[in-house]
């Protein structure tokens, strides 16, 4: 019976760590219509990726800082000849509603690895951006 309980309490203990739920790392496919270049720009305007019409990259949700507690949040833009979109970290519900449950040990893994905020356009989950 020891046993069983030492498991769910560490089950819930992991449940809700954006870390483990989301990862450090976001996946974005940015299309353009018409098959225009689109480049790739970190928030120090560093040239990160490019492609013809299509580009997929794999992004960090925020920076890592050198304190646990507070994570940096990042910036990305695509952009091509005739568009800019801005990418933003915000962040995530894991993080927000999900770390009470543990204790306060899972904001200090998210702030440490990034994993607490999500990247955003328009105040949606940046996962596809299209172009014209």
């Not at 225009?36 to 560093?46: A, H, N, P, R, S």
């Not at 800019?84 to 962040?91: A, F, M, P, R, W």
Request: with cysteine; charged share 15%.
């Amino acid at each position: 019976m020891k046993k069983l309980v030492m498991g769910v309490a560490s089950l819930l203990l992991m449940t809700s760590c954006a870390t483990i739920v989301h990862g450090t790392k976001q996946k974005v496919k940015a299309v353009s219509n018409t098959g225009e270049t689109i480049y790739v720009y970190d928030k120090y305007g560093t040239l990160i990726a490019e492609g013809n019409g299509t580009v997929e990259v794999s992004l960090a949700r925020a920076g890592k800082g050198t304190d646990i507690f507070y994570a940096h949040p990042n910036e990305f833009t695509f952009k091509t000849a005739s568009e800019t979109k801005k990418l933003v970290s915000d962040i995530n519900p894991a993080y927000r509603y999900g770390n009470p449950f543990t204790l306060g040990i899972g904001y200090m893994v998210d702030n440490a690895t990034g994993a607490g905020y999500t990247l955003i356009y328009n105040g949606s989950t940046a996962d596809l951006l299209n172009f014209k």
